[in-house]
Nanobody, 121 residues
Framework: QVQLVESGGGLVQPGGSLRLSCAAS????????MGWYRQGPGKERELVAV???????NYADSVKGRFTISADNAKNTVYLQMNRLKPEDTAVYYC???????????????WGQGTQVTVSS
């Protein structure tokens, strides 16, 4: 079973920055999509950023211009750079990777267990 290990969360002041990392425990042969969800207290899960393979990345309107998704394919790692953070960004952030482990296998989606981001002064 593939595990995605998240890191980089924590407490940051408004206007600050954090970079979240999401590393797969196993090399993924072919990645279809990488992305990040978040869920704040009392809020629905929100798709923050998604990076379909070979296509333009997409961001939620609430984070456009502030967040950037990127990846290091050799390390099977996806990142979320978060700048100019706001209290409204406080949430648990979950990464996901959709891919396949070997040629000929089907695609599956793997999830991180979440990392807490708290934006507060």
């Amino acid at each position: 079973q593939v595990q995605l290990v998240e890191s980089g969360g924590g407490l940051v002041q408004p206007g600050g920055s954090l970079r979240l990392s999401c590393a797969a425990s196993t090399s993924i042969f072919s990645i279809n999509t990488m992305g990040w969800y978040r869920q704040g207290p009392g809020k629905e899960r929100e798709l923050v950023a998604v990076a379909p393979s070979g296509r333009r990345t997409n961001y939620a309107d609430s984070v456009k211009g502030r967040f950037t998704i990127s990846a290091d394919n050799a390390k099977n790692t996806v990142y979320l750079q978060m700048n100019r953070l706001k209290p409204e960004d406080t949430a648990v952030y979950y990464c996901f990777i959709t891919g396949r482990l070997q040629y000929g296998m089907g695609y599956d989606t793997y999830w991180g267990q979440g990392t807490q981001v708290t934006v507060s002064s």
